[in-house]
């Protein structure tokens, strides 16, 4: 990855951040939500103020070249992105922190650096990104255990492309950006877009099975892996290279969602696709947020496939600048490598109007300021918002899921009911709980909620945990999943040792224990050893 580093604290690169037009929105509508004219901020510490403590590792002298104890590089490969790890950033809690940081150029210097760490009793966490916002490189054990992280970033090349069965063999450690630069000289993209793209990997999309921006029909990582290779502590693993296979339970399966536990992804072959030459946009405005998810669901089960089909609630929509509050927003999009989509956005448009939909004024739509590209925008540009709020106290996280069609009303009233109450009972005062459709199928949808509440210096981390749970165990209890694309990590443990059958879980064990036998990939995620 080009450019200048990343930030040990905060999404992005060292210079980069909200621009003052960004943090003086976001804090006028904190201020009105919380009835508050100025909140209470502390200072985040500079990289030459962490508190890091001595390595209690030297790496061996065959492994020196590719290995790091600097401090940027050890403070900045202590945490992911989620609200937990901003907070223990915030406060100059290190103790994650890896001793060393591993930087393999190829297969042999991960298996080298895998029996060192074994031998040692080190734990082993891949790393690829960073962008985590579930804990998932967030090795708590770190505190009474030794830690070596691998960083795949120099495995990050585009090896070959097969333009006849449009697949392309690619080495994990390829950021988004310059994957789709790779793939761009061929007239082909994976089409794989998460908000994280410009700051997460190859490697990392497949181990978290990463959801992409496309809403319907191949919605996450899943549909694109042909097949994978592995680096475990046991030996290589490969599957097999297929359209499809009939032969048993598919491989690939058990490490696509694996998370680091049984070892490291280096490549993968990926179905690839055209870029697309033909797109039609349309925002299309509903007098409330279940009439826009009525009409998604007959344009879902319509079978059009749109490449976006995104609803905002009505503060969702003001909170990112693309309404005024008083309705809900459809952004909905259909492209094609092949043929113009005017008559699939037609369709889509009249099932919308069966619902009471909308269609805003095309010139409208085309123009920089339409909701639509205000949208766009805010979504891009959220990421940086939590480094800038988290210092002033305010409570600000995200959780998705999936429910089916027949229950979502109800789940959906009863997860923001769930929320709002635990917001209130930990902070004393009201906060507030939007939701967006991020992905849409025939059978459901996939709601993504956003939650914000004042709290407190010195009580955050416990406000925050005690909202989470609120809403997981709401979420769980009324036949959600716990996460549809942001992964389990540490964070989702507790809900999806709920959700995951007892059984199934037994059998992930025994399948670490064949891959993994003294247990050092990433503690913590899925399972106990």
Aim: proline share 6%; net charge negative.
């Amino acid at each position: 990855m080009s450019g200048d580093r990343l930030k040990h604290f905060g999404w992005g690169r060292e210079g980069e951040a909200m621009t003052e037009a960004e943090e003086a929105f976001a804090l006028r509508n904190y201020q009105q939500m919380f009835s508050v004219g100025a909140f209470d901020s502390v200072p985040v510490p500079p990289l030459a103020e962490l508190t890091l403590r001595a390595p209690r590792l030297t790496p061996p002298a065959s492994l020196a070249d590719i290995c790091s104890v600097a401090r940027y590089d050890r403070a900045a490969h202590a945490f992911g992105k989620s609200y937990r790890d901003t907070v223990l950033g915030m406060l100059n809690d290190y103790a994650s922190a890896p001793d060393v940081v591993a930087f393999p150029r190829h297969e042999q210097d991960i298996s080298d650096v895998m029996d060192w760490a074994a031998g040692e009793g080190a734990m082993l966490v891949p790393f690829g990104g960073g962008s985590s916002v579930v804990g998932g490189v967030t090795a708590d054990d770190a505190r009474a255990r030794k830690l070596v992280t691998l960083d795949l970033r120099a495995m990050d090349r585009l090896i070959e492309v097969d333009a006849s069965s449009r697949a392309a063999r690619i080495e994990a450690g390829v950021f988004g950006p310059a994957l789709e630069a790779a793939l761009k000289p061929h007239g082909l993209t994976l089409r794989h877009f998460p908000q994280s793209f410009e700051y997460s990997t190859l490697g990392g999309w497949i181990a978290t099975r990463s959801g992409g921006h496309y809403a319907s029909l191949y919605t996450h990582i899943d549909d694109f892996v042909e097949s994978l290779r592995l680096v475990t502590p046991a030996g290589v693993v490969e599957t097999r290279r297929l359209p499809g296979s009939g032969a048993g339970p598919s491989p690939e399966r058990l490490f696509i969602g694996s998370e680091g536990m049984f070892g490291v992804i280096t490549q993968a072959w990926m179905r690839v696709q055209h870029r697309p030459k033909f797109r039609t946009d349309q925002v299309v405005l509903f007098n409330d947020f279940y009439s826009a998810a009525r009409a998604l669901r007959a344009v879902s089960q319509a079978g059009l496939y749109p490449s976006n089909c995104r609803i905002l609630d009505p503060q969702e929509a003001r909170n990112t600048g693309a309404g005024d509050g008083q309705v809900a927003i459809m952004v909905l999009a259909f492209e094609s490598a092949d043929h113009p989509t005017d008559v699939w956005m037609a369709r889509a448009l009249e099932c919308c109007a069966d619902h009471g939909g909308i269609a805003e004024n095309a010139a409208d739509a085309q123009n920089s300021e339409g909701a639509a590209s205000r949208w766009r925008t805010a979504f891009i540009r959220m990421p940086y918002t939590r480094e800038r709020m988290v210092p002033r106290a305010i409570i600000t996280d995200t959780f998705e899921t999936a429910i089916t069609w027949d229950r979502f009303e109800a789940f959906h009233a009863a997860v923001v009911e769930a929320t709002l109450r635990g917001i209130r009972e930990v902070t004393g005062r009201p906060g507030q709980v939007t939701c967006r459709f991020t992905h849409v199928y025939p059978d459901g949808p996939a709601p993504y909620f956003t939650f914000h509440a004042l709290g407190r210096h010195g009580a955050l981390l416990a406000q925050w945990q005690a909202i989470k749970t609120a809403a997981s165990d709401a979420l769980i209890a009324m036949g959600g999943t716990i996460t549809h694309h942001h992964a389990v990590g540490r964070e989702h443990r507790p809900w999806y040792d709920r959700e995951a059958p007892p059984l199934f879980r037994d059998a992930m064990r025994a399948a670490k224990r064949a891959l993994d036998p003294r247990a050092i990939m990433n503690p913590g995620v899925l399972i106990d050893a």
